[in-house]
């Protein structure tokens, strides 16, 4: 069974937050992060076999989706023509993860759709309006702005970052807030939230 996961939902996101450069960057950390074993995939698991497994190649695909989704949004301020560029993008998603399933799983391409994409499709298209709608707000609120970015360098050149060069500054600044912001909302949107609907659903 291929569970519930909002970490598309997260890489919309922080694609409108960071650009298609570094929101690929920090899927890719957590990528990296999972595949050493800390638990930050569905279901609390971690590890290499994750990747291995029969879904692994949606965890993959997402590389493809970020990467795909974001140039769009970068290069497109037409809202109907990035949502256009996320459907592109997780079709893509899609098409890694169907073909390591029939291969992993031994399904056919037919069956894999059934169970892999089709009900997933409306729930999909859902995260992406609403990563959409919520674009002006992560703009407005968007960390990485030029002001907050040049007074917490001032701070943390006066303490860790004093003997740093600026554009390395620049760039690790960046990866930690696209660290820390798919990471927060992985965690806690994909896994927590998600097992939690579960359970309650159960009853």
């Not at 073909?99 to 992993?104: E, Y």
């Not at 729930?123 to 919520?134: C, F, Q, R, S, T």
């Not at 600044?173 to 359970?199: E, P, R, T």
């Amino acid at each position: 069974m291929v569970p519930i996961s909002f970490t598309n939902l997260a890489i919309y996101l922080s694609l409108y937050l960071l650009g298609w450069k570094r929101g690929t960057i920090s899927y890719l950390v957590y990528l990296l992060i999972g595949l050493v074993g800390v638990p930050v995939f569905s279901g609390f698991t971690g590890g290499i076999g994750k990747l291995a497994g029969p879904t692994g190649g949606y965890i993959i695909g997402f590389i493809a989706m970020a990467v795909i989704a974001g140039l769009v949004i970068d290069k497109c301020h037409n809202r109907w023509l990035q949502l256009l560029g996320m459907i592109v993008g997780t079709a893509v998603c899609y098409a890694f993860g169907t073909a390591w399933f029939c291969i992993s799983a031994s399904y056919t391409v037919g069956a894999a759709l059934t169970v892999c994409v089709i009900p997933f499709i409306p729930a999909d298209l859902i995260k992406m309006v609403i990563a959409m709608l919520l674009r002006p707000e992560i703009k407005k609120k968007n960390p990485l702005k030029k002001n907050f970015r040049k007074k917490f360098k001032l701070k943390c050149c006066s303490f860790v970052f004093v003997f740093v060069r600026r554009n390395d500054l620049d760039s690790v600044i960046d990866h930690f807030f696209g660290f820390f912001y798919i990471l927060i909302m992985v965690l806690c949107a994909c896994q927590i939230f998600k097992d939690q609907l579960i359970s309650h659903l159960k009853f």
